[in-house]
Structures are given as C-alpha cells and as structure tokens.
C-alpha cells in the first residue's frame, strides 16, 4: 500500500524528491503519511480533493483485502516546512539602512505657448431638469426591428 501511494504521489508532483510516505501500523489499521512539497499539495489533493479521494479509495480495497483499515493523511514535507522556516528567519532579520538619497536640485520648466482658461457658463441643476428632452429621429424605411 505504501508503494503504490508512494508511485501515484511521485507521478503527479512537481517535485518528486520531496514525496515520502510514513506507514504507522497498528493491529487492525494502517495510517499512511504522505509528505509532500508545499507546491504540489494542490496537485495531490486535486479539485474538490477528487485526487486525494480516488487514492483513498484504492487503498480502501488494497486494506479490505488483507482484512485492515488504512487511512491516508496528507501532510507538507517537514524539510520544505525547515526551508519555510528559514525564509521566515532572514526576513526577520535586522536590515542594514541604506545610505539616503539626494534629492536633485529642482529644473525649470519652459512653456512653449500659453493656453486660455475659457470660462463656459454651466447650466444649474433645475435648468437641467426643466430642459425638453431632444431626441435625434433618423430615417425610418418602414420595417419593424426584430
């Protein structure tokens, strides 16, 4: 059982060198870890977790079987978990300060030709309300529109 969780896993990620399965045994049942890179844990889980459930499911036959239980967990690989955990500590790292920059000394700009402002008088609100609607009419050939 282990093999075969172990093939599929390695088959679907990205990084294989990362997948290890754990087998726990106990009397009458078998919990299998699956460690993963964090990158591939949407590859192995699937949509809607559909991956996850058809390994679960093959597993569910293989231990019918053999007269077991098994259960399969799905669990981040601990040596990409150490890796997350040492990007954390050099962010949190003291950062050395930068030396200021300077500024540059303000240029003046040449203006090629002035415009106008043109003052338009703006209608009012109530001008606006009161103001018959003008509705453009364009030729008519006398067919109905669809």
Request: overall charge negative.
């Amino acid at each position: 059982m282990k093999e075969l969780i172990e093939n599929i896993a390695k088959s679907l990620a990205d990084d294989p060198s990362q997948v290890r399965v754990d087998e726990i045994e106990g009397t009458n049942s078998v919990v299998l870890e699956l460690h993963v890179a964090p990158e591939d844990m949407g590859r192995i889980i699937g949509r809607k977790g559909r991956v996850a459930n058809a390994m679960r499911t093959l597993l569910r036959v293989l231990a019918a079987k053999q007269g077991k239980r098994v259960t399969l967990e799905i669990v981040e690989s601990p040596v990409a978990e150490a890796a997350a955990e040492e990007v954390v500590a050099e962010e949190a790292a003291p950062v050395e300060e930068e030396a200021p920059v300077e500024e540059a000394a303000p240029t003046e700009v040449e203006v090629a030709e002035e415009v106008p402002i043109v003052e338009e008088e703006v209608p009012s609100e109530e001008e606006l309300i009161e103001a018959p609607f003008e509705e453009e009419v364009g030729e008519t050939t006398g067919e109905e529109a669809d």
